[in-house]
């Protein structure tokens, strides 16, 4: 008996890990690349401006 319950906790740690991740990735696809997208573009443009003062 003691064998099984050593044998379910990895189980239930594998079955949270999956829940967890699916949480996870639902709440970053909610959110989008929009932030990410004009960050990055503010970098470039002041890249672009360091750039061409030199």
Do not use: N, Q
Not at 11 to 38: F, M, N, Q, T, Y
């Amino acid at each position: 008996m003691g064998a099984l319950v050593w044998l379910l906790i990895p189980l239930l740690a594998a079955i949270g890990a999956g829940l967890w991740g699916s949480w996870a990735h639902r709440s970053s696809k909610a959110r989008g690349d929009g932030p990410e997208l004009d960050g990055y573009a503010r970098f470039r443009e002041a890249m672009e401006r360091s750039h061409s003062r030199t």
